[in-house]
């Protein structure tokens, strides 16, 4: 990781490939187990509004939030206050 970037999702903070194997394993998942772009979208909104959140990383457990945010079955982690 080149700096650590607040509030930064990966496609922000420059760590092209890890995003480009994220979207690649996301674009594999099979459709029933991806959420819709927009609620995609939506998720990542929160992650980006949210202290957690660190050069795409959620600190509160440690996932990629662009690959973590694509699965219907996973939710924020955040268990005091989940955003979705
Ligand atoms: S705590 Fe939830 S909203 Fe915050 S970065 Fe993690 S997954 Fe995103």
């Not at 903070?13 to 979207?23: F, H, T, V």
């Not at 909104?45 to 219907?72: P, Q, T």
Request: hydrophobic letters at 30%.
């Amino acid at each position: 990781m080149e700096h650590e970037c607040k509030k930064c999702l990966l496609y922000e903070s420059a760590e092209g490939d890890i995003l480009k194997d994220i979207k690649e394993k996301i674009a594999k998942l099979p459709e029933g187990d991806r959420v819709s772009s927009d609620e995609y979208e939506k998720r990542l909104g929160f992650c980006k509004d949210c202290d957690n959140l660190i050069s795409g990383v959620c600190m509160k457990c440690g996932c990629y939030v662009e690959f973590r945010a694509a699965f219907k079955k996973q939710k924020c982690p955040d268990v005091k206050g989940r955003k979705w």
